[in-house]
């Protein structure tokens, strides 16, 4: 009836969870409903040791949640739920390490109470440029600011939980600074496209793709800059619902220049400091691991050889007292700021960033609940959204069976020019298997597959 939680973390081979080091989970989509990004993992999933270190890898919704998947309809029915899988996972240790064998765990939570509140997922991404790996956008090296936007497709409200993860942030840790999602337009926040820069200090002589557009402020603090636009816009920073300030950048936010007004203009003068320093941000998204050597020292050998160096962190997302509604077409912006971090300046990190926004939200129709969605959202309000949607929901066009007696996108999302810049994909479980057919047709795969056969008697 209800999924309520998961688990996906890579595993030795007596089934102990391995934390990055030594292994990074580049990505683990186990996708629901054709949605790719809804029950997933990425390399900052992990905690800081402090804030629970490899229990981060098991994200479970808030008590009285769940999300509504059939598991008895059969496979290929009409509207029938279904999951898939593709993962990549990195050995991370230095060469030459020794051999190891270690493996991807998935778990899937699950509950058949029917008293639970039905949720769906939004995830938001920055849009990618084209021929970009992994559907990301290049920042530059120095910082500068990266944003998207995007249209709820019902009215509701999010889910907020810190104790469960919800929202969270993904992004690359060694040139992420901080997270800013606001119920508001770009225009609205004083962020038009004529901030906008081609990317021009890449590393290595890398060129910038079509999209690859950033605002930096050189010359000028970026948090003192973005905190002056923010306050003589239309919206203000009353439109600021949830933010990432780790440490190190929320004290210059919340403190420095500008910063009071901030905090008189969300909740009031004493509003914000009634809800304590821990709450404002500070966490800790890069976290520093030490050398091991291959030595009596560290007898397992997916301990050995691993780099010191700062590896990516979770960190947390916090969110406003007031909680955070919306009504189907009502804009919203999320907004990060990036650059390499000092400590790992010299490591030749190519910034490619993702931007991307996990959210839980609750409908307020219980009996039409809105669908799990993910979105590539531009950076103005002119441009095109991409959105990828539950194939269970609506139907994509006009015609056929699949589908039969839902209604469509079209018949939707048709009235008046507020969604005008939309396109909706859909793909359902035939679609799926062929999708994943022609993505694992590469010598890569025919590759590993041989070698994989070569150690069956190893395991």
């Known amino acids: 009836k209800f999924i309520t939680g998961k688990l996906t973390a890579p595993v030795s081979q007596s089934g102990e969870i391995l934390g990055y080091p030594p292994i990074y989970p580049h990505h683990v989509h186990m996708k629901v409903n054709g949605v790719e990004h809804v029950l997933e993992a990425h390399g900052d999933t992990m905690c800081a040791e402090e804030n629970g270190g490899k229990a981060c890898f098991l994200h479970t919704y808030p008590e009285g949640y769940g999300m509504p998947f059939d598991g008895q309809a059969r496979s290929g029915e009409v509207g029938a739920d279904y999951l898939s899988l593709d993962f990549l996972l990195i050995d991370k240790r230095e060469f030459p390490a020794p051999p190891m064998i270690f493996f991807k765990e998935v778990a899937?939570?699950?509950?058949a109470d029917e008293t639970l509140t039905p949720v769906s997922t939004a995830m938001t991404h920055a849009k990618a440029s084209k021929g970009s790996p992994f559907a990301t956008t290049m920042v530059a090296q120095r910082p500068s600011f990266l944003w998207s936007t995007a249209q709820w497709l019902v009215d509701g409200k999010l889910v907020i939980s810190r104790e469960d993860q919800v929202p969270w942030f993904h992004s690359h840790k060694p040139y992420f600074r901080a997270m800013w999602a606001f119920a508001a337009s770009p225009e609205e926040l004083g962020l038009t496209g004529d901030l906008l820069w081609q990317v021009d200090d890449q590393i290595g002589g890398q060129g910038a793709r079509d999209y690859d557009y950033v605002w930096a402020p050189d010359g000028e603090d970026p948090l003192t800059a973005l905190k002056r636009r923010v306050n003589q816009s239309e919206a203000?920073?009353?439109?600021?619902?949830?933010?990432?300030?780790?440490?190190?950048?929320?004290?210059?936010?919340?403190?420095?220049?500008?910063?009071?007004?901030?905090?008189?203009?969300?909740?009031?003068?004493?509003?914000?400091?009634?809800?304590?320093?821990?709450?404002?941000?500070?966490?800790?998204?890069?976290?520093?691991?030490?050398?091991t050597d291959s030595t009596a020292a560290f007898p397992e050998s997916w301990h050995q050889r691993w780099k010191g160096n700062s590896y990516d962190r979770a960190g947390e997302v916090r969110c406003g007292p007031g909680g955070w509604r919306f009504k189907a077409g009502d804009r919203y912006t999320v907004l990060s700021l990036n650059g390499?971090?000092?400590?790992?300046?010299?490591?030749?990190?190519?910034?490619?960033?993702?931007?991307?926004f996990f959210t839980l939200y609750e409908s307020d129709n219980k009996t039409d609940v809105g669908p799990s969605y993910e979105v590539y959202g531009p950076y103005t309000s002119e441009e095109t959204m991409s959105y990828s949607v539950s194939s269970s929901w609506l139907r994509q066009e006009e015609g056929?069976?699949?589908?039969?007696?839902?209604e469509t996108f079209r018949e939707r999302y048709s009235s008046g020019d507020e969604w005008q810049n939309a396109t909706f994909n859909i793909c359902n479980e035939t679609q799926m298997l062929s999708k994943m057919d022609r993505m694992f047709q590469h010598e890569y795969y025919d590759a590993a597959r041989v070698e994989l056969d070569a150690i069956q008697n190893l395991i």
Do not use: Y
Request: glycine share 20%; proline share 2%.
């Open 340 to 356: 390499i971090h000092e400590e790992m300046a010299d490591q030749g990190i190519v910034s490619l960033q993702h931007n991307a």
């Open 108 to 111: 899937v939570k699950w509950s």
């Open 400 to 406: 056929g069976q699949w589908m039969a007696g839902k």
């Open 236 to 291: 203000g920073w009353e439109a600021l619902r949830c933010w990432m300030l780790p440490e190190g950048e929320d004290e210059g936010f919340w403190e420095g220049e500008g910063g009071g007004d901030v905090q008189s203009r969300l909740w009031g003068p004493s509003g914000l400091s009634s809800l304590g320093k821990g709450d404002l941000g500070g966490e800790k998204i890069l976290e520093r691991v030490e050398t």
